[in-house]
């Protein structure tokens, strides 16, 4: 069982849109803040977006901000990541994971990220 | 945005060895720091949270200390299974930043 599963990654050119799902299986989904963490080739890990367990509170990277959105279906127990507008610089591999808090709050501080999917690729190029 | 500077880079050691991976915030983030362990084709480990404290499941040769600006990862025995990138991550200050990572290879 994988706790967390990834998908929606692909190849785009510069401009096209792409929609991320990130889909929870045996981890109470609903009640996690949960985030978005990408890493481009031959890069580090960023920090793209954080988002409370209701889904009422939303944070994203200055980087991304405008044009990707972050969102989430308790009912299904499934996160997305809208993300418009794509750039080169957003060819990364994508990893939803889930904060290390019971809370469902969303916030600085925390106690980092406990739980992570595999990742899906994303490839922007003309 | 709050700088993470990871030491070494890289680094190769052996079999039992002792590995102390050095991280550095630009600003003081008290005890908010984790420390993960990526390796190819599995999903990010979360190894230490809150400088110092243990993950559940994660083996006891890891371990984490600092509190300030300056941390450190120490793997007290390396494994073979220990092989990967590890990164540094402060979580006191919006946004969460990352190191750029330390490559652990055995010899």
């Known amino acids: 069982e994988v706790p967390l599963l990834e998908s929606g990654g692909g190849q785009t050119q510069p401009g096209g849109s792409l929609r991320l799902s990130c889909v929870a299986t045996?981890?109470?989904?609903?009640?996690?803040?949960m985030t978005w963490v990408r890493q481009a080739p031959e890069k580090g890990l960023e920090w793209v977006s954080g988002l409370s367990s209701s889904g009422d509170s939303i944070y994203y990277a200055d980087s991304v901000k405008g044009r990707f959105t972050m969102s989430r279906d308790n009912s299904n127990n499934i996160l997305y990541l809208q993300m418009n507008s794509l750039r080169v610089e957003d060819t990364a591999v994508y990893y939803c994971?889930?904060?290390?808090?019971?809370?469902?709050?969303?916030?600085?501080?925390?106690?980092?990220?406990?739980?992570w999917g595999q990742g899906t690729t994303v490839t922007v190029s003309s | 945005d709050i700088q993470m500077t990871q030491s070494p880079s890289s680094l190769s050691a052996s079999v039992g060895d002792r590995v102390n991976i050095s991280c550095r915030a630009s600003q003081t983030i008290s005890t908010y720091l984790n420390w993960y362990q990526l390796r190819p084709g599995k999903a990010p480990d979360l190894l230490i949270y809150a400088a110092s404290r243990l993950q559940s499941g994660v083996p006891s040769r890891f371990s984490g200390s600092g509190s300030g600006t300056d941390f450190t990862l120490t793997i007290a025995s390396l494994q073979p299974e220990d092989l990967g990138i590890y990164y540094c991550q402060q979580s006191y200050w919006s946004p969460e930043t990352f190191g750029r990572g330390t490559k652990v290879e055995i010899k």
């Open positions: 994971a889930k904060y290390n808090d019971r809370s469902g709050y969303y916030g600085v501080p925390n106690y980092g990220m406990d739980v």
């Open positions: 045996g981890i109470d989904f609903s009640n996690y803040a």
